[in-house]
């Protein structure tokens, strides 16, 4: 992945960029809310979700077809983060949320050269995915690295973390569960943390992630090689 952390949506919206792809091969939900239009696109690998036909809660046992703690990344771009996860620890269901196309193009690649049984990956925006289909402390772990900072003061309301974002992930997160984060954006470091502090516990990890000392994400392994100070934490539920 060797785009800069300013990933520019289409002014149209976070969804445009699918649209065209979509037609005739999944739903469009109509515009009536903050996430605009939402696209769900139809399966056509087992290693996806089958978003147009999800059922709301979504169901996760009969997605993966088992039973076993659910490990979500949000804005996975090309997925070898989650997939490594889910190589290492064939006893949980892996997830990897992307919304944009190029980056999920690259997943699908992945997904398909790896055949992982128990990888899934959608293309979507995951705020809304989660808010939507996800049931009540259902997830064990999340992992957020180096998501769009957006720093122009136009676009701060593009930003993934808000009230509701925090609000949706502490409602999904099992008692037990972990939230994983990283930026090298500080003053998004600095924003969020007093927000994620009054719905979390918070340890800030300054050093490197000890499974991954160079990195744990293609973001996270080419910015620590350009010396970039890297803001990491956990979040347990309060
Ligand atoms: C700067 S990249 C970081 C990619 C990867 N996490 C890493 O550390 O190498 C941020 C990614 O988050 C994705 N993203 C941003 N907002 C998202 C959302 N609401 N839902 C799903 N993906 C999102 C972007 O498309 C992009 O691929």
Redesign the pocket.
Known sequence: ?EKS?E?EDDDDG?NAFVEKEIEGVGRVLPDDGPFGRVLLPKATHAWELPLDVLPVPADWTTVYGRSAPLVVE????GGR?IMSMATAHPEWNCMG????GE?YRMMRDRAERKQLPNFRCGR????YLIKQYFTDASVQQYHI????PWPKKKHLKRR?FNASFCTELKRTMEASGTFYFATDHKDYYSAILPLLREYFNVTEHPDPWEDAPKGR????VKYMIAGRPIYRLYATQK
């Open positions: 992945m952390n990933i976070p949000i804005g996975c771009g983060t949320i992307e919304r944009c980056y979507i925006d995951a705020a690295y180096f998501p769009d993934l994400t293609n973001f996270e």
